[in-house]
């Protein structure tokens, strides 16, 4: 049980608990300070216009790009 609810994904995408964890909250801060950012462009449109494309296609790249590499042994 322990394993299937804490382990077995992280062991997937190559991490340990911890690493996981690590990558998981920095990833999840980056979507709260976008969706704010975004939050606010809606507001006052001259402000923080491209701020929300840029937090999506960075952690796009670190997520899925950055890791089928790693996955397939080319450096980052």
């Not at 999840?28 to 969706?35: Q, V």
């Not at 899925?64 to 790693?70: E, F, M, N, Q």
Request: with cysteine; proline share 5%.
């Amino acid at each position: 049980m322990l394993d299937r609810w804490f382990l077995r994904h992280p062991r997937a995408v190559g991490e340990t608990y911890y690493q996981h964890l690590r990558v998981a909250v920095s990833c999840g801060m980056k979507l709260l300070a976008g969706g704010l950012a975004c939050l606010i462009h809606a507001v006052f449109p001259p402000f923080f216009t491209s701020t929300g494309s840029k937090v999506v296609s960075d952690l796009h790249q670190r997520m899925i790009v950055s890791r089928c590499r790693r996955h397939l042994g080319e450096p980052r």
